[in-house]
């Protein structure tokens, strides 16, 4: 007979485990989101999310530079606007508040890449992704006017000197109008990472106070996907790579982990990115300030789950942090 198998036996030395271990993260992986708010001198800590702050763009360089010793190849923004209105026009202003992140962030340190978040949420009165209206008798974000809009704010992005831009919003056709749009005003270089299958999640909660973006009234469920649905989010990502998406996103990772897997089996050819988003940060900055767990084993625990999932590239908060835990 055979002899007794022992998988333990890869276990026992130190460097053994090393060598034969399957995922590794580093910091390469991360992408940092940074909220970015009007006036100046301002740094607001974000209550519920311990360690993140609203910082003005003339105190993004020193962060900036922080953030680029750490080895972080990348920030996402997400703007806090001085006015908003009921179509967020500061998203595509010039004078933006995105547009001058960018502007500071590339004057700094112009090799870091800026990613910037294309949706309304953050600059309309009223919280919702796009424009709303009530033609059908309920009211809801009109779709194909809200792609007229995003294409002028991803314009305006690129304009401004963004490296990728990353729209959110989960209208239909997103995708095919940005790409137009880019490649119709000399941005034929500038690639897309789209959040593919965004779900509507409870876990965004921290984030719609540090972006102050809750939708006034009613939810997002008419636009963002319903967490019970799978199958669909092939969906979603298929007309993504079909419109000519360069980069697919799920959202959020860790209750969807099988979404992440289920989409690098689909589209193994396209990178992938996981967002980690801020519930999902805050669950664990919480227990781990109520001494209930050890935040860095299961912060780096959550991530490496993440990227065994399939994601190549992770969004989260977690990116100084990790950085730091990784290097040590
Ligand atoms: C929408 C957007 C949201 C997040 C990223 N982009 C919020 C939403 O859809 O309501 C959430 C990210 C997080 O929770 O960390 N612009």
């Known amino acids: 007979m055979f002899p007794i198998v022992r998988p333990r036996r890869l276990r026992r030395h130190p460097r053994l485990r090393d060598l034969v271990r399957e995922t590794s993260l580093s910091p390469n992986d991360f992408i940092l989101p940074l909220f970015v708010r009007h006036g100046v001198n301002q740094d607001i800590p974000i209550q519920s999310m311990p360690g993140h702050r609203q910082l003005s763009v003339d105190r993004l360089p020193a962060e900036i530079k922080e953030i680029e010793s750490l080895g972080i190849p990348a920030v996402i923004l997400f703007g806090i606007p001085e006015h908003k209105d009921a179509v967020g026009s500061d998203a595509y202003s010039d004078d933006g508040i995105i547009q001058q992140a960018i502007r500071a962030i590339k004057d700094v340190s112009p090799d870091l890449l800026v990613i910037t978040d294309v949706c309304f949420c953050e600059f309309t009165d009223h919280g919702h992704c796009g424009i709303l209206n009530d033609d059908t008798g309920i009211v809801d974000v009109d779709n194909d006017a809200t792609l007229e809009i995003l294409q002028k704010e991803a314009i305006s992005h690129a304009e401004a000197g963004a490296d990728m831009i990353a729209p959110s919003g989960m209208i239909d056709g997103m995708i095919e109008a940005l790409r137009t749009a880019l490649d ?77 897997r289920r989409v690098k089996e689909a589209h193994p050819e396209l990178p992938l990115a996981a967002y980690n988003v801020s519930g999902e940060y805050s669950m664990v900055k919480a227990a781990a300030a109520n001494g209930w767990i050890d935040e860095q084993r299961v912060a780096l625990e959550i991530l490496t789950s993440i990227k065994r999932a399939g994601a190549d590239i992770i969004i989260t908060y977690f990116a100084k942090d990790a950085a730091r835990w990784l290097s040590e």
């Open 184 to 260: 119709e005003n000399g941005f034929e270089h500038l690639p897309i990472m789209s959040y593919a299958a965004k779900y509507c999640s409870a876990f965004y909660g921290p984030f719609r106070d540090a972006a102050e973006s809750s939708p006034q009234s009613g939810n997002r469920m008419t636009y963002q996907m319903d967490p019970a649905n799978g199958n669909e989010a092939l969906r979603e990502v298929e007309l993504d790579v079909l419109e000519g998406a360069d980069i697919l996103m799920v959202k959020p990772a860790l209750s969807y982990l099988d979404i992440i």
